[in-house]
């Protein structure tokens, strides 16, 4: 099966999101949503999201799914504001919960933040399978860039959020909490033993050095001939190294602080205190 897909791009962040639906019908998930933020007044506006809406409102399609490919630590989720305008469920992987203990912890959030998942509405396994209509999604656990990342295989059409990105450009860092070059390897091995004519939809495109336009569109067969960090048969070992001494260079992300506050309670912003004002913690030298 050929499902539709519809890229919407927040250059901003350089984050990919998804709708996918059913070639014949009109039932859709969305994967990987952008809440827009802008990290020097803190505040949120909806202008990515309301874009997607637009486009499920004008085709008149339904949503089942608002997927999560993992805690993203890059840009904030705006599952909660689709379901509320949409409906759907939203889900993620069931390690989710190892991703709460870390940064729960970090962020020093006391017992009253539930560490189970219970935030989400669906926690995603290896194995798992969900229905998009009369569509099947079947279920990867990929971790490596965290330990709760999934692709999502729907059709012939593999969302791998940030695990490859396009074969000029590699693969995902694996230094944060909980990640590992080493699983991220592995990981890698299950999306390229799909069949080569997958389509694969990155979570993220930041044009690769000699290239001038934006790209997050690639097939299984590609990666595995050109991918520049795991392309070729490159060996784990090989891999290991040279993840970890590019990883060593690498920033953090201009919004990891806020978006795993809120990305680790579903999109949900903390709670807000006794005259309804909502804050976002700075932890000191945590990162």
């Not at 012939?156 to 490859?164: E, H, M, N, Q, Y």
């Not at 909980?178 to 004519?197: H, M, R, T, W, Y």
């Amino acid at each position: 099966m050929t499902p539709f897909v519809k890229a919407f791009f927040d250059e901003a962040t350089f984050t990919v999101s998804y709708l996918v639906r059913e070639p014949e019908g009109r039932t859709c998930a969305i994967v990987d949503s952008v809440l827009d933020f802008d990290h020097a007044s803190g505040r949120t506006d909806t202008q990515s999201a309301d874009a997607i809406i637009d486009y499920v409102r004008s085709e008149g399609l339904n949503v089942e799914w608002i997927l999560e490919s993992h805690v993203h630590a890059d840009h904030l989720s705006a599952a909660p504001y689709l379901q509320e305008k949409l409906g759907g469920k939203i889900g993620i992987g069931a390690n989710i919960t190892v991703v709460q203990d870390t940064f729960g912890k970090v962020f020093n959030e006391g017992t009253e933040f539930q560490r189970d998942g219970s935030q989400f509405d669906a926690l995603f396994r290896e194995g798992d399978s969900f229905f998009i209509g009369q569509m099947r999604g079947d279920v990867l656990h990929t971790p490596g860039h965290t330990p709760a990342c999934l692709t999502y295989v729907i059709g012939d059409a593999a969302f791998v959020g940030d695990t490859l990105f396009m074969p000029d450009f590699g693969t995902a860092r694996c230094d944060f909490p909980g990640g590992s070059s080493a699983v991220l390897f592995n990981s890698i091995q299950k999306i390229l033993a799909l069949p080569d004519e997958t389509r694969i939809f990155v979570g993220h495109d930041y044009k690769a050095p000699g290239r001038d336009e934006y790209a997050w569109e690639t097939t299984v067969g590609e990666q595995k001939a050109l991918n520049v960090h795991i392309g070729q048969g490159r060996k784990l070992e090989d891999f290991v190294k040279m993840r970890d001494s590019r990883d060593a260079t690498l920033a953090m992300p201009r919004l990891i602080l806020p978006s795993l506050q809120v990305n680790m309670r579903a999109g949900q912003m903390p709670p807000p205190d006794e005259q309804g004002n909502i804050f976002l913690k700075l932890p000191v030298n945590k990162f």
